[in-house]
């Protein structure tokens, strides 16, 4: 079983809609998972963080964490096609960080 | 504030050529300094990373080395570079060794 799974996509979706991307992981002791944006060509960068069980709220962007289930999401509300992008789960092992292979979302207008 | 900057931002070396990529961070102190590789539309794969000068713990054994010289630098290196060391090697830090990760702006080396 990988550390971290993503749904490799693509996901596409028109604009104004809602993204769902989701990510499991295997480590139960993870305390700490991150969502990463990545353009094509460029470097991952942060967009959201969430340590506690339940939702959080960032503009349009909702991270739902379920420990228990060992399942993270990021909801991207009114969707944009600014938003096309590849978006990397990240969760927080004993000393580095271990990233999922990435969804690839494309935002239709 | 802080930021972390990586050179060179692209590479095309020859088959058994050497390699050298270097990170700096600024506006840290003793940060947590990683190396990661992205092959072409696939994930994050962690090569080292050090949590001090001359500190460093390997992921994946390879033809690749890295060194932290200094506080807040930290260098990938390899001897004789293989057709699989074509990539995207990303250098990132954080401040201990649990919250965010930020990346620098990548090296992307191509192996011919």
């Known amino acids: 079983q990988k550390e971290v799974e993503q749904n490799s996509g693509p996901l596409s979706v028109p604009e104004g809609a809602i993204a769902s991307l989701n990510c499991t992981y295997s480590d139960r002791v993870s305390q700490s998972f991150f969502w990463y944006r990545q353009y094509s060509g460029k470097s991952p960068e942060l967009i959201m963080s969430i340590y506690s069980n339940g939702d959080k709220e960032d503009g349009r962007f909702t991270a739902q964490l379920n420990k228990a289930s060992q399942y993270v999401s990021l909801l991207i509300r009114d969707s944009q096609p600014s938003d096309s992008a590849t978006y990397l789960c990240?969760?927080?092992?004993?000393?580095?960080?271990?990233f999922g292979a990435g969804t690839r979302l494309t935002v239709k207008p | 504030s802080q930021t972390i900057h990586q050179w060179p931002a692209t590479l095309v070396q020859p088959v058994g050529s050497p390699l050298s990529l270097e990170c700096t961070v600024e506006?840290?102190?003793?940060?947590?300094l990683y190396w990661y590789r992205q092959a072409a539309g696939r994930g994050l794969q962690l090569l080292f990373y050090?949590?001090?000068?001359?500190?460093i713990s390997s992921e994946v054994p390879q033809n690749l080395s890295a060194s932290r010289p200094q506080d807040r630098q930290f260098i990938l290196s390899s001897k004789k570079l293989l057709l699989s060391d074509s990539g995207f090697y990303l250098c990132a830090w954080r401040a201990g060794g649990a919250g965010e990760l930020f990346f620098g702006e990548g090296s992307r080396l191509t192996v011919l």
């Open positions: 050090s949590v001090g000068i001359g500190q």
């Open positions: 990240a969760v927080n092992m004993v000393r580095d960080m271990r």
């Open positions: 506006g840290t102190s003793n940060p947590n």
